[in-house]
Nanobody, 114 residues
Framework: QVQLVESGGALVQPGGPLSLSCAAS?????MGWYRQVPGKQREKVAQ???????NYADSVKGRFTISRDNAKNTVYLQMNSLKPEDTAVYYC???????????WGQGTQVTVSS
C-alpha cells in the first residue's frame, strides 16, 4: 500500500500563484493531480510519468506546471494566474502507468477568491 501526503492548499487571490506537493511512500510510475468541486465529477488536471512526460487539462495549459522529484517520490503542481474557477479540492493520484488512479491522497483545498 502506497500512502500519498499532499500539502500546499490555501486561500489565494485571483491572479496569484500557489504550489502543491504530494509525497509518496514508495516509488511510483505515474503521478498527478485531479480536482473536484461539490456536485461535479473529479477531473484530471495534470499527469506526469516517471520519465517526465506530461499532459494537462485544456483549462490549465499555460498556467499550471507539473513536475516531479523521483529521488523524493514527490510530485509538484505549480499553479499561476489562478482563477476563481480553479477553486476545488485537489487530489494527488499515483500508480502504475496502466492504472495511475490506483492510489489517492486525502485532498487539499484550494480556494481562489478576493
Amino acid at each position: 500500500q502506497v500512502q500519498l501526503v499532499e500539502s500546499g492548499g490555501a486561500l489565494v487571490q485571483p491572479g496569484g500563484p500557489l504550489s502543491l506537493s504530494c509525497a509518496a511512500s514508495g516509488s511510483i510510475l505515474s503521478m498527478g493531480w485531479y480536482r473536484q468541486v461539490p456536485g461535479k465529477q473529479r477531473e484530471k488536471v495534470a499527469q506526469i510519468t516517471s520519465f517526465g512526460s506530461t499532459n494537462y487539462a485544456d483549462s490549465v495549459k499555460g498556467r499550471f506546471t507539473i513536475s516531479r522529484d523521483n529521488a523524493k517520490n514527490t510530485v509538484y503542481l505549480q499553479m499561476n494566474s489562478l482563477k476563481p474557477e480553479d477553486t476545488a479540492v485537489y487530489y494527488c493520484n499515483a500508480g502504475p502507468s496502466f492504472n495511475p488512479g490506483l492510489y489517492w491522497g486525502q485532498g487539499t483545498q484550494v480556494t481562489v477568491s478576493s
